[in-house]
């Protein structure tokens, strides 16, 4: 201890005293209210953070209860176009069976009205002849006409 002076040490005990008044009145108070301003900022950015993560999770809950919901009303809307689409195939295919069936309903009564005239031309056709024949053969026209109409009335029927 012979190295260390009691001058020494008093002298870095004042330096140190008035090291530490000077810093506690001119420092003291702004590093403080630095420091706590640098606290309430790191409390607030704290809080801020929780906010967000809160809404962050509340809009993440949100937006999976959406899509619950729109695949939800896609499924629905799914649904329905396929019950329209059963429904409107069934339509159309009665549609086109009743229109098929007056198709061949028509086309039965134009065979049957072409049935009827080519009978009748044939008719037609087969009495002047026959009355053609039978004038040639015989000489009376108007017995021979009744009795070749009844003839081919039998004949037709």
Request: aromatic share 6%; net charge neutral; hydrophobic share 45%.
């Amino acid at each position: 201890m012979e190295d260390l002076k009691l001058e020494l040490i008093i002298a870095a005990m004042i330096n140190f005293a008035i090291l530490f008044f000077v810093f506690k009145h001119f420092l003291w108070k702004k590093l403080s209210v630095a420091i706590e301003e640098r606290r309430k900022h790191l409390k607030a950015s704290a809080e801020a953070e929780d906010i967000a993560k809160s809404k962050l999770e509340e809009a993440e809950a949100q937006v999976k209860t959406i899509l619950d919901e729109a695949r939800a009303n896609a499924s629905k809307i799914e649904k329905t176009a396929d019950e329209l689409s059963k429904q409107n195939t069934a339509k159309t295919l009665e549609k086109a069976s009743k229109e098929a069936e007056y198709i061949l309903e028509s086309a039965r009564s134009q065979i049957e009205k072409d049935k009827l005239d080519m009978v009748n031309s044939m008719r037609s056709k087969v009495l002047d002849l026959s009355l053609k024949l039978s004038s040639k053969l015989f000489s009376k026209e108007t017995a021979n006409k009744d009795f070749l109409e009844k003839e081919l009335d039998v004949l037709t029927k």
